[in-house]
């Protein structure tokens, strides 16, 4: 079945440090979206990418979506602790339109 | 605007015993989701709808049912609860054409 690949699982940094979290897909997707978990709370959007070798930023975050349109990233610049929470990104397929399947996730811990 | 409400917030049931899940957005979203999450798996899509009278399986929709007879509500009701269903639900809406997602704050299950 469709499925996307998000890694790493956990990501403990200094704080300042960056951060990078990656998904993979083994076929081409429609678009991609990411958002974040804070701990104990719901999922909240961030941004959806929709062009191959698209590249969008938020103040320190960056999202990338490959040009084959099969993975993307999430970069954080110089960390802050308000960063801490789990990141996903959200996959869309053309097959199946209205089906949007997560990652695994990748959750961040910060040392201040 | 109350954005996506869920009921309740928390429950315990025994197993064997049958409940709904109660899920409300007042966005006139024609999508809804119900996913579950468990610790280090993500969210995972059990089924979702795109229109009222319209509904279909996600990734793990076995034990759980869906129906969606108006725009507003989309229940997720657990026939015969297994410990195997003890999990944080969330309840999301939506724009069709891949939508931002708004996700409810969850109810959190414990089938003993």
């Known amino acids: 079945g469709q499925q996307v690949m998000q890694i790493p699982q956990y990501q403990h940094v200094q704080e300042g440090e960056d951060f990078t979290t990656y998904c993979n897909s083994s076929?081409?997707?429609?678009?991609i979206q990411w958002y974040k978990q804070r701990p104990g709370g719901h999922p909240v959007f961030l941004i959806q990418?929709?062009?191959?070798?698209e590249v969008k930023k938020q103040k320190r975050l960056t999202f990338q979506f490959g040009e084959a349109k099969k993975n993307s990233s999430l970069h954080i610049t110089a960390t802050q602790t308000t960063d801490v929470g789990t990141y996903f990104c959200?996959?869309?397929?053309?097959?199946?339109?209205?089906?949007?399947?997560f990652g695994s996730g990748t959750r961040l811990s910060i040392r201040p | 605007n109350a954005g996506v409400t869920q009921t309740p917030k928390f429950q315990v049931l025994k197993t064997g015993q049958s409940m709904t899940l109660q899920c409300a957005q007042d966005?006139?979203?024609?999508?809804m989701s119900w996913y579950r999450q468990d610790p280090g798996m993500g969210l995972r899509l059990i089924h979702y709808?795109?229109?009222?009278?319209?509904?279909d399986q996600g990734e793990v929709p076995n034990g759980y049912n869906v129906s969606r007879s108006t725009t507003e509500d989309f229940p997720l009701r657990l026939l015969s609860a297994a410990p195997s269903q003890t999990s944080v639900y969330f309840c999301?809406?939506?724009?069709?054409?891949?939508?931002?997602?708004?996700f409810g704050p969850g109810t959190r299950l414990t089938v003993t």
């Open positions: 990418l929709v062009k191959s070798g």
């Open positions: 966005m006139n979203h024609e999508y």
């Open positions: 999301a809406s939506s724009d069709p054409g891949f939508g931002e997602q708004y």
């Open positions: 959200a996959a869309y397929w053309y097959s199946s339109a209205s089906k949007i399947i």
């Open positions: 709808s795109v229109g009222a009278g319209i509904t």
């Open positions: 076929t081409t997707l429609s678009n």
